[in-house]
């Protein structure tokens, strides 16, 4: 195609001859059918988190040809976000499942003070008497007494009244509803 540049009064070739155009829609997604069947089945699942769900639609529909600011109004979520989450598709390995590809990154934070291990040995403790883990005339463990008690065992280094109390609230076991616990008890 030949036009006529105004000023110059010469031929000359269009500017979009010379470079080509911006790519507008996003890459393709590859999606086999064993990843449509899981991403299917997580879309549709009740369990599912709703982000989790989110993002297998936003796959779905990227590999059905959808473009990213249409997905992104369809699903009601910026067009960035889109565009995050088929990259991280894209670059994921091949072998890596679909969940893993769909899942949040670790997010940064500080490290776990006490490990699983330190924090089973303080529950322990707390299961004995009071009375039998040292000269303590107590009845039931306080917090500061359990905390005095795990650092003179050498369980940890130090820690504080309000560890100890965390440690318990997370560990609480959910009680059984009463129908169910009267139920257990009538039979034979």
Known sequence: MVEWSGMANRLSTPRFAESPMPRLSAEPIVVSPAQEQVLTRLIRAHTTPQKLAERAQLILLAAAGTGVRETARRL?????????????????????????????????????????????LIVALACEKPAEAG????????????????????????????????????????AAPRAGLAHIQARP
Not at 93 to 115: M, N
Not at 146 to 167: K, P, T
């Open 76 to 120: 009601d979520i910026w067009p960035k976000t889109v565009r995050h989450w088929l990259r991280r598709w894209r670059t994921a390995a091949e072998a890596t499942s679909v969940a893993q590809r769909l899942a949040d990154a670790a997010r940064p934070g500080a490290p776990a003070t006490f490990t699983p291990e330190q924090i089973c």
């Open 135 to 174: 000269d303590l005339p107590l009845s039931h463990w306080s917090r500061s007494e359990l905390a005095r008690c795990a650092i003179e065992r050498g369980i940890v280094d130090r820690i504080s009244n309000s560890s100890v109390g965390r440690f318990f609230k997370r560990s609480r076991p959910t």
